[in-house]
């Protein structure tokens, strides 16, 4: 199995660009799908961005997926940040059998 | 719109067991791979294990293997986890998850439920 490394927490001002990133340990980050997740506190975990780059409905186009075959890592772009986007976020792919979520990352808008 | 309603959490001892449940609707349950995930208290989300469309392919992770089951009722719009032999770092809260066409790809996600294992 792999592991999906990430920043344990990023800070960024109100209105401006952060970026979080997702480091596959071994294998491609290219060869399985990646997700992001939202986990406010107190709340259930939402999806944020699927299958790479899909954003589901709902979910404002401020959040953006992609990946980097270079850095072997996704990452996970929110801009114009609003205290509301002040979270956990998690990235998760899977392998031919088992699901891998990364450490989780804590934003802090201030 | 997808819901997913988690139910059976609860204390239990060291060494006994719990049979968890979620209840699905809005979408066409049999179509899609279901999964468990959980989140120990202050700590990130572990996937737990998940179960084919038509339940041929099953996965666990590891530390869950031989302990905890899943199964799915299709005609009844619901999906379960057998627990047993459970353990204090089973402790936690315990989410239902649906995937998207892709299996392993998670879209929508249940509130979660509590399971506190102690003695």
């Known amino acids: 199995n792999f592991m999906l490394t990430q920043p344990h927490s990023v800070s960024e001002s109100p209105g401006k660009t952060v970026t979080i990133s997702c480091t596959r340990s071994?294998?491609?980050?290219?060869?399985?799908?990646v997700q992001w997740y939202q986990q406010r506190p107190g709340s259930a975990p939402t999806t944020v961005i699927y299958e790479d780059n899909q954003r589901p409905s709902g979910v404002p186009d401020r959040f953006s997926g992609s990946i980097d075959s270079s850095s072997n890592s996704a990452s996970l772009t929110i801009s114009g940040l609003k205290t509301e986007d002040e979270a956990d976020y998690y990235c998760?792919?899977?392998?031919?059998?088992?699901?891998?979520f990364g450490g989780g990352t804590k934003l802090t808008v201030l | 719109e997808v819901q997913l309603v988690e139910s059976g959490g609860g204390l239990v001892k060291p060494g006994g067991s719990l049979r968890l449940s979620c209840a699905a609707s809005g979408s066409t349950f049999t179509s899609y791979s279901m999964n468990w995930v959980r989140q120990a208290p202050g700590k990130g989300l572990e996937w737990v294990s998940s179960i084919s469309s038509s339940s041929s392919y099953i996965y666990y992770a590891d530390s869950m293997k031989g302990r905890f089951t899943i199964s799915r009722d299709n005609a009844k719009n619901s999906l379960y986890l057998q627990m047993n032999s459970l353990r204090a770092e089973d402790t936690a809260v315990y989410y239902c998850?649906?995937?998207?066409?892709?299996?392993?790809?998670?879209?929508?996600w249940g509130q979660g439920t509590l399971v506190t294992v102690s003695s």
């Open positions: 071994s294998g491609s980050i290219g060869s399985n799908y």
């Open positions: 998850a649906r995937d998207s066409m892709v299996r392993g790809v998670i879209v929508y």
């Open positions: 998760q792919s899977s392998d031919s059998s088992n699901g891998v």
